[in-house]
């Protein structure tokens, strides 16, 4: 290994570290004590290498990296050694940091936006960035800003950078950021989660406009994330970190090969990937990541391994060299490299997802024939006018069955929510029909029968906490659907019981507050609520993208067991392929409110028509390295455009990899005439709308 | 449904799910504490709100059991001793009609405090429903609302109030009526302000697909949301309505003779500041110890309740 740590092993020669941390730890102070976020964090940084540091949240690792950038809040308290080029970050005062901040360590944040100030333009803001550091004429910097815009690959930079924040898609915004990150050439960039709020295809972008950046600076990057597919293919080193420290540090290649600590493999057994043949069985980590209040001594994932041993829970193991594969923190971890103990245990897979289990032949529960919803673009503050029609769905049609699961998938802006929400609305369409349980949603006009229809249709939220009333308690807010139908006191509290057991929560949960309960927790009572009124069709918005790997195995077993035992049909909308391959039946892919590829989640995967779903199955990283390098990947380019004025002919078109290769007459029809769906031959119900293939 | 399934056959290494629930969730604030101890310790560690609600309470104590400690009505008139300074008999003083001071500014404290405290009880509840129920619904209903809270916050109210009070005869029970009726819309501007966004909260949506009620919805998801805001309104309201209800009481508007507040003890008093200065020190010490204590308590709790500040948060110093 090359990014080496620890006096005991000798550094490569080469290169000194331009970043060092010593022994790291920073407590917040709470109303239960301290809470120790990092407890003794060390690695060194060498210049042109990436260190991916992953893990879930409340792991550690972003305070980690504030602590780098001396972004802490004040409360917080801080020991250790932060070393910059020799230099001790830790006590510095603010002044001298941020003489550092911008030229020596350059930050990339998740949310692109909320990192730029809105009222100055991204030449402004980049140029500032530069004279802040550097003795520069406005005119020397504006034009170092022009060319950073150039670097990092934004088309037409003199232009663009007159232009405000808002002005930029999220993609191109992020882009800005890096610029600024770099603008400076510091030695260390730190990027916290810098693709997490960006879709699929521009992530793939942004990973490789990051890779860019470090080579043209040549410095060191600490790559914070907790998805496992983003530091495979971008990493050169990994720690994982857990409690507040790292479990396991080791080259990327040995790590994915060979993960030695249980939580690493057992992270990585829980993680969906979208190319595993078949249906891989997840097996969830049991149990939750402990709180940081004084930890009781002892390992603290031994509560939740399968291979722990007393000695596991009497001292806590420190990270140590094993030969041949990195530092593990684990009292067994020889036994594991050495392969005589699988560090998954016995736990096999209790409970597959069964996806694609018998095939679905119950009645139809939700047809949904062209589909259009359309929204008015209005301009002026005082009198508004309408100066155009944003088709948020156009023509979208499709058919769910009891015990079925249709992913809907695609970026943020194609229509797939708007869809979602139009079902749930239970009002006449703009456009189209909407049939639930054999009701045409378009001929019930009495409220009592809308009443009725509501207790079939119930929908599962993004955010279990967002969705979650914070003011009632668990009971009350299971029992509210109930009271909304008229059931009585008795009859609430025994269903309430029943349905806190079928989603496998203890009854002692009843009298929490949501805040009081994990997020995995939440979104099991999520899931009981919608279950209430024992619905036939359940909406799920995003199900699992607010809930961490570890918790994400489990419920998405738990969303496959409810399928089986309930009959339940599920209309899922996600943008995560990977997590939809396991949940879903079949597969819709939708770009710009058009459904453009529709088939069984198998068919989909293994032979993809359409060259969007080609392009948004290859986007997806794969947690492992050798895959994620070798593999041929379609990069599409810019973004999903705006759908106040979508193309004539196919909404694709302006990014299609076919279009661009294609002959004229196929190009010509590309730009003038919508593609219909076309069968795929040899497997039923898969199509695609696509000209050029 | 199925209710055998008792255990979550998904939970893998943990067979009982009570272990799953016993792991304390998040790392910030320590859930398991309960909502309300949290906001009283963090409330307790500002030392201002602390001192704050001693003060308040004596007064409370004051004006219900202080005339326990006179042989004095605020109504009896000693005519053997006119506008005498404090004294072993009357601890205040007295008057120029031979009126107890200790007597009426217990009697007048009583009655700021029954009309501040029911005053801004009313105001607020009044307030949210308006302002919560106009952000909910939108729309028109929203215009409308908006339309008369903007009309009756730029009519100059003290003017009307001052008109009304007067032509009702002064009776305090009247005075508590006609201070809410013009007191509630800059609280309801403000409710309505931070509805909107609760309007968009995904709790709201969720509570609209399971079919739940509009003013259930109001009830049960907005309003308490908006608790701490209620609340530090509800203090800072006594506060202002103390304030209006002594200004119109000292300029003859409010509280009329022979009741006694203490607006128009002040009001009495104003006028012998240098010759009897007692006449009004009570009184006035009163007040601006009502006042301010109130100020106290609901910087307190603003600080309690709102999750970002930081002098409420451990490690914070005040």
Redesign the interface.
Known sequence: MTLTTLAATPAPTDATPVLSVRDLRIT??????P?E?VRGVDFDLLPGRTLGIVGES?SGKSATAMAVMGLLPP?AELRGQVLLGGRDLIGLGDKELSALRGSSIGMVFQDPLSALTPIFSVGRLLSDALRVHQDLTKRAAWEQAVELLDLVGIPDPRGRAKSFPHEFSGGMRQRVVIAMAIANKPSVLVADEPTTALDVTVQAQILDVLRLAQQETGAGLVLITHDLGVVAGHADDIAVMYAGRFVERADVDELFRRPTMPYTARLLAAVPTVDSGVHRPL???????????DLPGGCPFA????VAQDACRADEPALREITGHGHVACLRADEIADGTLDPA?D?GP??GPGGSGPEATGEVVLRVEDLVKTFPVTKGALLKRRVGTLHAVNRVSFELRAGETLGLVGESGSGKTTTLLEV?RLKRPEGGRIEVAGTDIGTVDSAAR??EL??D???V???PL???????PVFQLLA??LQ??GRDRESIRSRVH?LL??????A??SGR?P???????RQRVGIA?A?A??PKLLALDEPLSALDVSVQ??VI??LA?LKR??GLAYLVVAHDLAVVRYISDRIAVMYLGHIVETGDTESIFSDPRHPYTRALLSAIPVPDPQRERARERVVLQGEQPSATQPPAGCVFVDRCPLYRLADEEVRGRCRTERPEPTAVAGRPGHQYACHAV | MATDVTTDASSGATPDPAARVTAPGGKKNAPDLGLGRLYLRRFLRNRLAVVGVVIFVLLVLFSAFGSLFTSYAYSDADFAALTQPPSAAHWFGTNQGGNDVYASAVHGLQRSLAIAVSVSVLTVVVAAVIGSSAAYFGGRVEKATLAVIHFLLVVPSFLILALVSHRLAGDWRVLIVVLTVFGWMSTARVIWSVSTSLRERDYVTAAEFMGISAPRIILRHIIPNLGSLLIVNLTLGVVATVLSETALSFLGFGVQTPDVSLGTMLADGAGTITSAPWLFAFPAGLVVLLTVSMTFVGDGLRDALDPTSVTGAAGGRR
């Open positions: 917040f102070p709470s109303e239960a004590g809470v976020a409340g409360s097996v969830p980590i049991g149990g939750e990541p402990p709180a940081l209040v509560s939740r391994c399968a245990g736990t209790d409970d749930l809308v009443r509501r207790q249709v119930q929908i939220m993004q955010d967002g969705a979650l009333n914070p003011r009632l509210e659907p909304a139908i029943e057991a079928l989603v496998g929560l203890d002692s949960v507050f805040a009081a309960l994990s997020g995995g927790q609520r279950l009124t024992e195995a489990g077993n738990l067991r035992e309930l």
